[in-house]
């Protein structure tokens, strides 16, 4: 009667799997961790506790990092009038086409129906991004050199029309953070860029166990507006890449729009150089996609909102008491250890329903670690412990060793979904020297990144665009991955100034 | 050389002063302490990072209790269709005249102009309140009994439309958090708008030391679509009561409107009651006007960004090392202590100009504890500190006895704060038992509150706000306020079941 619930399942918890539909098996596993759903809104999500508990972890520690790095934050307005979006024409253009617009101020009834009134004399646009209303309140801190650097971030809500919605990867609704920074030259605004692009990089590796492949933008893909544009790229499990954010150093564009000038040291007036850099909610479709196997989710224990699930295996009442007394005590004692610095997050799962019912639900919600404690374990002073990353595996250890060791288990569990998730990069990147093979690598249904010798024009990065569905996720900055200048261009033959990495992405 | 700048200020840093025209001083201190400021958007404001800080802080502080008390933070659309609103007839009604309304998709180029495109087949309004967009998701959540309580929080941005903006107080978007809840019963929905109720006045008073006056609104006051509407009122400097927050009991309202229904225990379909409650970006306002003095902000420390400014007292360049060093290393013991639980934060300005004009910096933005270090401390080992509470006092203290005693003496300006606040409230609360001396009362500029039995109707409220600009802010829930029942009311003689109180408010 004692025996827990047999941990090998006979089929799994999603489906289809992985391998029969990724895109169907994704939306699955947001559903049935319960992490977000569509609302009536077209394109906008809900975020459900069990989601919005990985951004506020998420949050939290990006948060400390922008802080250590000596950003502050701040708010600015949700509206932006049409005019500003204007003084920027390539960003203008880039934006247009997913505006949500705001043309009036209130609601009146007219033939039983309430409809909009008070029409506005100039109408807004919900933010898209904020370059250009942050850059007006700039304009207006920055008299001298000695205000610079400014180095503001602003986490909030932006919106972006959006046709094709997939939940978290693509909102017409997402939440981000959005850096803003102005400086007193070039360089150190490019030094902030790439100080950033590496803030991020460390971030994706140690916090979210998503190795991305960093690298600069081509024209092409650039931000509307910038001079350059930093991104990471992560091989998610359908070898597509997913762009999980990017830094952009802007020049004087975006200063010379808003009037962003300052005295400089010589008593000149100046413009100053400033940044932008972001990342959003697609971070969690990105670690989903990253690390999700056919059970369903498999959190970082870094985003985790609960690290470890107490489950009490009670076959008959009179024993209820002493087991759930148990499980209280183990949950104390792991919450008085830490991770990182911070608590172990504990929950202790009495609810009166079926033992296997709950365990597949935690397996689902992707919580790291699965304790059961039956009247058996009682006698022997063990629990059976499972960690999500090895499904199926079930260890029954003394209590004083769980409590001692989860920290450590944790980590281990950590870093064991970075390592898989850089075996599947590094098995699926291959350096193409042909165009014949560059055709047959993207034939394949999961292709990967292919690492090739370029100097083709943005006119060509359309045309392989539209043949091939692939584009350049970036040059990278990895010099092993760049490669030597001046071999051959796959696709010109002209001498290439070095690698770029071709994908098909998210 | 190394005598501190004299603190005896000979006028003071805000002008005009609060006896001169309070609103303008208000707006003085907001722009003097770098808090925030008016945007091109009418009625919205940018929050400077001074200002965001103390919303960080009060943030964090806030959803701690909230997470405690068993709530869940999840995100909702900021985008609500108008049939929406439409369902529940008073609430609708209640904020038509105020809603950003999106009616398109994106920006065309017409004419060389960009403007909207793409209009919507059904417009939306941009969130004034998430009632009815979070009942939609409810009514999907909750299928039986043992789904509730449901107790769901947010924080977000919302919207407005405001056309008499002043700063943090009134602006057509705030921020702010939500609370949304379902229960099974009407008394679990009428004790969960309580405990949320008694959470806000906890962390009024200790956390943002406003002793606030408690209890529930008129008819005519309640928030639209609620059947009982619990408030919390602040008095500030000019004796206006500010409603700091409120806590609704929403009955059946808004389930019938987005059927919330569940199988009961009974296995009969019913439906769920529901709470939902608010704090906004107005409790900064609310604390500004609280306890600020002509010399700007007075920040308590439990909110402040940074407990304590260290300024090295330079004469001369070759002394700046050694007094840059022994305020860096004071800075490393003080951020080694804590206060509530929380590293004390500790900012030493260097910069590069008048010590006076850095000093009294500060003191506008509020900071607690202003710490003055100069060669001749370094001999003495002491330092010079001054207490934001007490303006013009400075004292002379050994390094390690300001390190030890740092947490207490910031809780003493907390508590002293508080102090303060009591007092102008107990001052300026007067018990008043006739038309005649009602009247006199609130003919004075600054009145303050009156209590007064009270059995009138919405009418007669509305006849009394036009007349005398106030208005009952609650039916206070201390008994010794609210008073016996059956006493005369003042306007009608009519039997009055206790006293409410009267304000002008903001």
């Keep these: 009667m004692n025996t827990p619930p047999k941990p090998a399942p006979r089929k799994n918890a999603i489906s289809p799997s992985r391998a029969e539909d990724f895109p169907e098996w994704y939306q699955q596993v947001v559903n049935e961790a319960a992490l977000a759903e569509n609302s009536e809104v077209r394109g906008c999500m809900v975020i459900k506790p069990w989601g919005y508990g990985i951004w506020e972890r998420l949050q939290r520690q990006l948060d400390a990092r922008f802080k250590e ?14 005019s500003y979006l204007e003084k920027e024409a390539t960003h203008v253009e880039g934006f247009a086409k997913e505006c949500a617009v705001v043309t ?29 209303i942050i850059g007006a309140a700039f304009s207006r801190w920055v008299q001298s050199y000695r205000d610079l650097p400014l180095l503001i971030n602003q986490w909030c809500n932006v919106m972006r029309w959006e046709m094709r919605p997939r939940l978290f990867l693509r909102t017409s609704e997402f939440l981000w953070q959005e850096g803003h ?22 971030f994706l590796r140690d916090v979210l166990a998503v190795p991305a492949i960093i690298g600069e933008k081509t024209e092409a893909e650039r931000f509307p507006g910038a001079v350059a544009t930093f991104t990471l790229e992560a091989m998610v499990q359908d070898k597509k890449a997913i762009q999980a954010g990017t830094s952009h150093f802007l020049g004087q564009n975006f200063s010379k729009a808003a009037d962003i000038g300052f005295i400089g040291r010589t008593g000149a007036r100046e413009l100053a150089w400033t940044t932008s850099w972001g990342v ?55 919450r008085a250890e830490k991770f990182h610095g911070e608590p172990i997050v504990v929950e202790v ?34 629990v059976a412990i499972s960690r999500r990353n090895k499904t199926g595996e079930k260890e029954f250890l ?24 850089r075996k599947l990069r590094q098995d699926n990147t291959v350096e193409i020297n042909s ?62 100034p070095g690698s770029v990495v071709f994908a098909k992405s998210y």
Tied chains: 1, 2.
Aim: charged share 25%.
């Design 280 to 334: 959003s909610t697609r971070l969690i479709g990105t670690l989903l996609m990253a690390h999700g196997d056919d059970d369903g989710a498999v959190l970082p224990p870094r985003v985790a909102p609960t690290h470890v699930v107490i489950l009490p295996v009670v076959p008959k009442p009179p024993q209820e008491a002493a087991v759930h007394q148990a499980c209280d005590k183990l949950a104390a004692e792991l």
């Design 349 to 382: 799962d009495k609810r009166d329903t079926s033992g296997g019912g709950k365990n597949w639900e935690w397996i689902k919600k992707g919580v790291p670690i699965r304790i059961e404690i039956g009247p058996r374990d009682l006698e022997k002073g063990t």
């Design 104 to 132: 009036h101020h209130r609601l009146e009834m007219k033939d039983g129906k309430m409809v909009p009134a008070g029409e506005l004399t100039e109408p807004f646009v919900i933010r898209p991004t904020s370059e250009t």
């Design 398 to 421: 003394p209590n004083a060793a769980v409590v001692s060791n989860i920290a450590a288990t944790l980590q281990s569990i950590q870093d064991s979904l970075l390592e898989r998730a």
């Design 69 to 82: 790095t000596g950003h502050k934050n701040a708010y600015f307005p949700l509206l932006i009038p049409v």
């Design 435 to 496: 165009m014949d093979a560059f055709r047959e690598f993207f034939a394949q249904e999961q292709a990967g990144f292919a690492v090739v010798p370029w100097a083709g024009s943005a006119a060509d990065e359309e045309t392989l665009q539209k043949d091939l569905k692939v584009t350049i996720r970036c040059l990278p900055a990895d010099p092993a991955l760049r490669g030597s200048a001046g071999r051959p261009c796959i696709l010109t033959g002209n001498a290439a």
């Design 181 to 202: 920074t102005a400086h007193e030259t070039s360089d150190e605004a490019m030094a902030e860029a790439k100080l950033i692009h590496g803030v991020y990089d460390t």
